[in-house]
């Protein structure tokens, strides 16, 4: 379906909920914003949310996986927290929602300043890569780098055990979920 199933919905939540450094929470994926939301319902409230799909009109610079094509063609991204129920209006009006390419947006803004980076978007090996170099770049010291579809899809699976063997960066596969975890600067 596209989306983190129940038990990583529960890990995400509560990387959220635990974090302490950096200012703000990057998502590369948006999809339906189920997650999106999650954060900001978990998060501290001090931190912002600043989330990335591509939109269905741009042309990637990179290939997408086969099967992919149909996450990006949706009606529209973050249905879940463009029009929230009333509980949660408050956590979605923290959320900035962005439109582009990951692997050919300006991060620049948000170099060092995450708390938590959810990796998610193009499940695509060169993807991936860059979006984990991305993903490196932007967490702040002490944050937490978390990939989703470890073992679903070829290309992630592919890319973070590369990244892990070359760069030895020790990252966990949480078991029992497709996430795989990184924190900048763990032992």
Same mark, same amino acid.
């Given at each position: 379906s596209g989306d983190v199933n129940l038990a990583e919905l529960a890990v995400?939540?509560?990387?959220?909920?635990?974090?302490?450094?950096?200012?703000?929470?990057?998502?590369?994926?948006?999809?339906?914003?189920?997650? &999106? /939301?999650?954060?900001?319902?978990?998060? @501290? +409230?001090? =931190?912002?949310?600043? &989330? /990335?799909?591509?939109?269905?009109?741009? @042309? +990637?610079? =990179?290939?997408?996986?086969?099967?992919?094509r149909a996450y990006v063609d949706k009606p529209r991204s973050g249905r879940h927290f463009a029009e929230p129920r009333p509980e949660f209006a408050a956590a979605g009006s923290r959320i900035t929602q962005a439109y582009g390419d990951s692997a050919t947006f300006d991060w620049s803004a948000h170099l060092g300043r995450a708390a938590l980076v959810f990796v998610d978007g193009s499940h695509a090996y060169d993807y991936v890569v860059a979006d984990s170099a991305?993903?490196?770049?932007?967490?702040?010291?002490?944050?937490?780098?978390?990939?989703?579809?470890?073992?679903?899809?070829?290309?992630?699976?592919?890319?973070?055990?590369?990244?892990?063997?070359e760069a030895r960066l020790g990252l966990k596969h949480i078991r029992?979920?497709?996430?795989?975890?990184?924190?900048n600067g763990a032992p």
């Open positions: 995400l939540a509560s990387a959220a909920a635990a974090v302490t450094s950096g200012e703000e929470i990057i998502e590369m994926g948006t999809f339906d914003g189920r997650t &999106t /939301l999650n954060f900001a319902v978990n998060a @501290p +409230p001090q =931190f912002s949310i600043f &989330t /990335l799909d591509l939109p269905p009109q741009t @042309p +990637p610079k =990179f290939a997408l996986a086969a099967g992919e991305t993903a490196r770049a932007l967490v702040a010291p002490g944050g937490l780098v978390l990939w989703h579809d470890y073992g679903v899809w070829e290309g992630v699976t592919r890319a973070l055990e590369q990244l892990d063997a029992g979920t497709s996430l795989v975890i990184w924190r």
